[in-house]
Structure formats: structure tokens, C-alpha cells
């Protein structure tokens, strides 16, 4: 018996794993991503060797652009003196006609009028001489103000001066120092990526356990098998070889996922991108996603291998699988407020409703420690309708039922699971 | 001889108020073909799947190569049922090689008994082919190379020649033949009645899960032959001595008439009377003795015109 399931769990590994579609998802995608992220890092280093550089502050060519020389009208008298590294670059005039005639005889591209109040509206006019994109440019005149109005203060301090605080939250509830909205945009990011390759593997994989019974089914190839083999033993070898396929997936996926983010924080071109930077793989909270992993394979493998069990053609499987497949993904619908609250009661119920709870539970941990007694209630009521669903599937796949060319009405399903075997089923098979 | 390769004793089988096997009893011996035949839904497929333990019966006993079914005895079993298929898109050689393993050969052993049976087959050139890339007659014999892939003992085969040409039919009825003549039992169960009168050496016919023949193929003839001759040629045949009524040979007997003999008169009076009468010519002369297709039609048409009269 053991030898069977064995050989039907070696097959349906060998038979699946060179599915295109699972090549392509398993393999392909974190490929992809890492080629990308070559391919993103190398143009953006291309652009920067172009002409279009990160702009540094103490660079003044650099910030004046296309402007050579720019004038300054101060009607607000905050300029006492225009400092030696900017004399050749500005130039002041008196009032606003001086200054119009001058960029007439284009002795200056352009000219700021620094507004009486703009001590309190900061209110800077640029005059252009025409309609120039490049010579939009508000750098020369911030740079002369921060200049002048800093005095001996060295660049540091007036980037800090510029910047003055990057906000940290402490969130009790979300347990984590965290920059605002970069770490808001981090977590959806995890969330979104942990969710959606739990969901593509969790299905896909069952999604192949369901069309395989159903191909035997279809093309008569379960008689041959079952004078061979137990419903059980096809059963059980079938889920434990898209169980393992599944798994395979999911350490492929977040070992690439791992090896990217550890790369990408090396690459110049991922350097400016906060999301990514900030972006914190709660690691630990893998081992709790595999066990639910399993579970929630177990209970959808057996609804979806007694929907086989019944389906008499590949068309009306998935057709019937929707049941299970919908509710599944409900709290995906939830993204934001599980993100925005995960201890809210939705949330919550939704990681403790076993149908929901693989998701569900999946969307919390990624961004928040659900107490451990949560996880555990979870975990049983996950187990035990994984044991009811099986058991059901059980009911389910049998000889009368696999070699029923027909689909059982849905009257006759209760009968066929709760019933006793004298009604037309089989005594054992 | 040893044992039977099957015994059946007294089996019965219900679905709900269906009752498809009915106290059914007969047994398979080895080195011989044994058709099982009988009307549609009349309990042939039930029959089969008990043997092969598919599902269980209600009441009786079932020894399979000399006892009850276990997972070893069913791996020295070969089965083709009549609804039958392959996975469409594997090659022919893994799909074969699975099922072999699955019967209980190694790795090894199943890819090289595969290659074999396929060379004798002619497809060792197809081994690597999907088998959705193969002829519908190539397919049938693939599977009937899976059905003695592991060299079974015994080997339940449904409508074995269904889809085949004439060449492929040949080939794998001296397949079949050759098995039997190794000491391999096979139960055969077709609708072609042509296929069990040229190989079968028994048979049972079942109707509404009873059984209703049951032993060597030409006793059962025999017991069905009409006190009659055939006889092909020129003459008034009815006047011969013993002879009561003279009627159309009917299908299948290359034409000739057939004559009713009285009850005492033999088969070697008529002849002796006949080579006496100058005025007739004979071309042909012998025992009118049944086809099988007579036998069935009659025995399930006797079936049937009661089921009417009761129903």
C-alpha cells in the first residue's frame, strides 16, 4: 500500500513539475524579478552617466543648469551681500525694469523678484524671457537665500536644517519603530507579495490535484488504476505530490524573494528607493506561514479532490471549485483594512474562519505578532475541518463514484457522504 | 493443473433494489481462454470488477489465483477494461513504465519489459511519443501493452480487439493465444461471437446476473445443435426416409438447406439413404450445429420475451 501511494506521489511530482505553467510560475517569476532588478539598476546607472546626475548641493554649476548667469530683485532686503561663490552667478539689481533691460541685452537668462513679504510667504517671482522649460529653474535664488540667511553654517547642519526630521512612529499595536510612510508602503508591498504567491501556489497546486483526478476520470484510465490501487492510495499520493509541489514553490519564491531583497540593497539604482529599503521580511513568521501552509493545502487538496471525485468533465471542475476558491480569497478584498488595523475584528475573524484563515492569518502575520494562543485556536479550527474535509473527500472518492461516468446531482451528494453503502455504493473500494 | 486461476461461488451483487449479480458460481482454469458474454448490463462488467476486488460483493466467495484477492495477487493480474485510456500527454514509454511499477516492477525492469512488449507490438520507435501523437490502433495497443507489461498469470480483458485493423487483430490474438499456450489463464469478454467460437476453449453466459451457459465452448454447441443436417446440392430432399421438414440453412451456413430428421432416424441412416437415391446430388452434408450468434440470440431472446411477459 505504502509502495503505491509511493509510485503515484513519484509520478504526479514528475508528471506536474514539468508543467509549463508550473515551470513558468515557479521558476520564471523569480528569474524574471532578478533580471529586472539587473536590468532596472543597470539603465538607471546608463541615465546618470547622461547628463542627468544626482544634484549635489555644495554643486553650484549643478543646480544653476541652463541658467549661466541669473539677476535678483530683493524687495524684501534679506540679501546684505551675495557671497564669492555665487558673484559670478548672480547678479543684483535694483528694481525690476534694470533688471527686465538686462535680460533683453541677455546680459541674464533669467531674474527672481524676491517679494516684500517674503519673510512671510517665502514668495519668489521668476521672470523668464520666454516660454524655456529649462530655464524653470528655483535652485540659483533658494540656493543664494540659504546662503546668505545661514551665515557660517556648514552644509550639514543646513541639510539638516532643510530636512529636519524624518518622523518615527512607535506603534504599540504594530510593535515596530517605523519611518511613516515608507514603512506603510514596505508593508503593503509584503503583504501584497506574501499573499499573492500563497494564493498562486495554494491553488495552482490544487488546481492540478483537481485535473488530474478528473483526466482519469475523463479518459478512463481509473479502472486500470483501481484494479491496481485503493481510492485512498491514489488519493493520498496525489495530495502529498502536490503538497511537496507546492512547498517547493513557496521556499523558491521566498528564497528568491530573500536573495533579491539582499541584492537589491547593494545596487546604486535601489539606494533611493525607500520602500525597498525599509522593507522588513518578517522571517520568523515563516515557519508559523508553512504549517498553515499545510493545513490549508490538506483542506483544499480534499475539496478539491472530491470536486474531481464528482466532476465528470474538465470543464465542470473548476466550474464547482469557485465554491471554495471565492471565500478563500475574501480577506484579499480586506487588503487595506488589514493593513490599517490587523487586530480589528474583521481581520481577526477572518484568520480564525478556517476557510479563511490560510489568507487571513497570512495578511496579519505579515505585518503584525498575532498572539500566540490567536494562532494556535486558528491552527486547530484549520486542522480539524481539514480532517472533515478529507474525511468527506473520502466519502467521496470511491470506486461508484471515480467510475461514474456522470456528475452526481447535488441532491444526491448528501447521501453519498452521510449515507450508509447499501444504497447503491459499494462496500468498500 | 493446480488450482483454478478464478472460482466465483455463489456471488451475488445489489445496487439498492438492482440486484446485477445473481448467485453466480464458475470457475477459470489456467492455459485456457474463457469468454464471458451476455447481453448488455447484464452483469458482465460487475462480475469482472468483483474478481478483481474494484468492488466488493454482497454475499459469496471469490479465490483468485489460489485465494483470496490481496495486493499481490491483483500485481499478477492483467486488466483491460472495455472503457479504457492513457495519459494523453506523457510520453508512452513513462506512462508504461509507471503503470509496470505500480504492478509491482522496478524502475529498471518495468523500462525494459516496456521496451520488449513495445518492439513486439512495433512501436519501439513511438516509445518516447506522447501517445496523444498516436494513431486510435496504436493506442489500443499500447494498452493491451500495459495489460501484460508485468507478465501476468492472469490476464481480464475487455472487447480485446476493439479499434484494431485485421493486421493488429492478428497480432494480438496470437498474443493472447500465446500466453494461454504458456499456461496463463484469460478471460475474455466480448460481443464478438466470431472471436470466442476461434479461441475460447470455455464459457459462461450471463443474463440479468444469472448465470445461463456455462462450460467448453463446443459442448455448448452441441447442446444447442437441432437433430438436423445441412445439406448443399441438387434434389427433392424431403423425400429422403427420416427426414421431416426442409427449411433455408439460414445466415452464416454458405447457404445449402436444412433438414429436421425424425427422432429415431441417425445422421449415418440419411447419408446411407441419400447415397442410395441417384436422383440427388450432394455437395455438402453435416450436423447442423449452431453458431454461437444463434445460441446467444436465442438464449437472450428467451430472456427477453419473458421479461416483457412479466413486466
Known amino acids: 500500500m505504502i509502495n503505491n501511494t509511493f509510485q503515484v506521489f513519484l509520478y504526479e511530482i514528475q508528471r506536474n513539475i514539468r508543467r509549463k505553467g508550473y515551470i513558468f510560475t515557479t521558476f520564471l517569476i523569480p528569474l524574471l524579478i532578478f ?28 543646480q544653476f543648469e541652463d541658467i549661466n548667469v541669473a539677476g535678483f530683485v530683493d524687495l524684501a532686503s534679506v540679501i546684505d551681500a551675495v557671497p564669492d561663490s555665487l558673484a559670478d552667478r548672480m547678479v543684483r539689481f535694483p528694481d525690476e525694469e534694470t533688471a527686465r533691460s538686462a535680460m533683453q541685452d541677455e546680459a541674464i537668462d533669467v531674474f527672481y523678484v524676491i517679494q516684500p513679504d517674503y519673510l512671510e510667504t517665502g514668495e519668489v517671482v521668476l521672470h523668464l524671457p520666454g516660454l524655456q522649460l529649462n530655464l524653470l529653474n528655483d535652485q540659483p535664488i533658494e540656493l543664494l537665500i540659504e546662503r546668505t540667511l545661514a551665515g557660517d553654517i556648514d552644509n550639514q547642519t543646513l541639510r539638516r536644517i532643510r530636512n529636519a526630521a524624518s518622523f518615527q512612529e512607535f506603534n504599540l499595536e504594530r510593535d515596530a519603530e517605523t519611518d511613516t510612510a515608507s514603512r506603510e508602503d514596505a508593508d503593503f508591498l509584503m503583504v501584497y507579495v506574501f499573499t499573492i504567491a500563497f494564493l498562486l501556489s495554494l491553488f495552482m497546486t490544487n488546481g492540478y490535484l483537481m485535473t488530474s483526478v478528473i483526466e482519469e476520470k475523463e479518459n478512463r484510465l481509473i479502472e486500470i488504476l483501481m484494479s491496481t490501487l485503493r481510492p485512498f492510495e491514489l488519493l493520498a499520493g496525489k495530495i502529498m505530490a502536490m503538497g511537496v509541489l507546492g512547498l517547493l514553490q513557496m521556499v523558491i519564491w521566498f528564497g528568491g524573494m530573500f536573495l533579491a531583497l539582499h541584492v537589491a540593497v547593494t545596487l546604486p539604482a535601489f539606494q533611493n528607493i525607500p520602500v525597498l529599503l525599509n522593507l522588513q521580511v518578517r522571517w520568523h513568521i515563516l515557519p508559523t506561514l508553512i504549517l498553515y501552509f499545510v493545513v490549508g493545502y490538506m483542506l483544499f487538496a480534499a475539496m478539491y479532490s472530491a470536486v474531481g471525485a464528482i466532476s465528470g468533465s474538465m470543464r465542470e471542475g473548476p466550474q464547482y471549485a469557485v465554491i471554495f476558491t471565492l471565500p478563500a480569497v475574501l480577506p484579499f478584498y480586506f487588503f487595506a483594512l488589514v ?83 447499501s444504497n447503491g455504493q459499494p462496500k468498500a473500494a | 493443473m493446480g488450482s483454478p486461476a478464478i472460482v466465483v461461488e455463489d456471488v451475488t451483487k445489489s445496487y439498492g433494489d438492482f440486484r446485477a449479480v445473481d448467485h453466480l458460481s464458475f470457475d477459470v482454469q489456467n492455459g485456457e481462454i474463457f469468454a464471458v458474454l451476455g447481453p448488455n448490463g447484464a452483469g ?47 510520453p508512452v514509454l513513462e506512462m508504461m513504465s509507471y503503470l509496470g511499477r505500480l504492478k509491482g516492477l522496478s524502475r529498471s525492469e518495468a523500462r525494459s519489459r516496456s521496451m520488449a512488449i513495445l518492439e513486439r507490438l512495433e512501436l519501439a520507435d513511438n516509445a518516447k511519443s506522447k501517445v496523444s501523437e498516436l494513431s486510435k490502433g496504436m493506442q489500443q495497443k499500447v494498452q493491451f501493452a500495459v495489460t ?25 490474438k496470437e498474443l493472447l493465444l500465446d500466453f494461454r499456450n504458456g499456461g496463463g489463464a484469460i478471460v475474455m469478454s466480448t460481443h464478438q461471437m466470431n472471436q470466442i467460437e476461434e479461441m475460447a476453449d470455455r464459457m459462461l453466459m450471463i443474463s440479468h446476473g444469472q448465470q445461463k451457459l456455462y462450460g467448453p465452448v463446443e459442448e455448448i454447441k452441441e447442446r444447442f445443435a437441432k437433430h438436423a443436417i445441412i445439406v448443399d446440392g441438387k434434389g427433392d430432399w424431403a423425400k429422403v426416409p427420416g427426414v421431416t421438414s426442409v427449411e433455408p440453412a439460414g445466415n452464416g451456413r454458405n447457404g445449402g438447406k436444412l ?48 421479461d416483457q411477459r412479466v413486466g
Request: no cysteine; proline share 8%; aromatic share 6%.
Open chain 1, 339 to 421: 493593513l490599517e488595523s490587523p487586530n480589528g475584528p474583521l481581520p481577526v475573524f477572518f484568520s480564525m474562519f478556517p476557510i479563511t484563515a490560510p489568507i487571513g492569518m497570512l495578511m496579519r502575520l505579515s505585518v503584525v505578532d498575532v498572539p500566540l494562543i490567536e494562532i494556535i485556536i486558528s491552527l486547530v479550527l484549520l486542522a480539524l475541518t481539514a480532517v472533515a474535509a478529507m474525511w468527506m473527500a473520502g466519502r467521496l472518492f470511491r470506486v461508484q463514484v471515480l467510475l461514474a461516468g456522470q456528475t452526481p446531482k447535488l441532491s444526491e451528494l448528501p447521501r453519498m457522504i452521510f449515507g450508509g453503502r
Open chain 1, 35 to 62: 533580471v529586472g532588478m539587473f536590468l532596472f539598476n543597470t539603465l538607471a546607472m546608463e541615465g546618470s552617466n547622461d547628463g542627468e546626475p544626482a544634484i549635489d548641493p555644495n554643486d553650484i554649476v549643478a
Open chain 2, 44 to 90: 458482465k462488467s460487475t462480475t469482472i470488477r468483483m474478481i478483481l476486488d474494484i468492488i466488493k460483493p454482497d454475499t459469496g466467495r471469490i479465490a483468485v489465483l489460489g485465494g483470496p484477492i490481496n495486493a499481490a495477487r491483483k500485481n499478477r493480474i492483467g486488466y483491460l477494461p472495455e472503457e479504457r485510456g492513457l495519459y494523453t500527454g506523457v
Open chain 2, 148 to 172: 501484460v507489461l508485468h507478465q501476468p498469470e492472469l490476464i481480464i480483458i475487455d472487447e480485446p480487439f476493439s479499434g484494431l485493423d485485421p493486421v493488429n487483430r492478428l497480432v494480438i
Open chain 2, 259 to 306: 433438414l429436421n430428421l425424425a427422432p429415431d432416424v441417425t445422421n449415418d441412416a440419411v447419408l446411407a439413404a441419400m447415397a442410395q437415391d441417384k436422383t440427388l446430388e450432394i455437395d455438402r452434408f453435416e450436423r447442423a450445429v449452431p453458431s454461437l450468434d444463434e445460441i446467444f440470440i436465442q438464449v437472450a431472446g428467451e430472456h427477453a420475451t419473458v
